[in-house]
């Protein structure tokens, strides 16, 4: 069985891409019976909602499509 300490280095692996059946079944199967990997991965599975989120947003808020549209349309006006 995986240790704790394999396990958050396991979950973080997934949060970055795919990981190979057989260590997705060994993840499942410590979260099943290990509380605090169960939190740990759960506060990891927010933090990075949290940040997708705040990415979205920031980028919304600080260059929007419009936003964006008049910058180009003004580059346009200067540089004819
Ligand atoms: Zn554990």
Sequence with gaps: MLSCKNITELASTRLDGRILWYRKMELTVHLMMCKRCRCYVKQL??????????????AGVF???????????KLNEVTK
């Excluded at 599975?45 to 920031?58: G, R």
């Excluded at 260059?63 to 349309?73: C, F, G, H, P, T």
Aim: charged share 40%; net charge positive.
């Design 63 to 73: 260059l929007s499509e419009d936003a964006r549209r008049r910058i180009k349309q």
């Design 45 to 58: 599975n927010f933090l990075q909602k949290a940040f997708k989120l705040a990415n979205e947003k920031a």
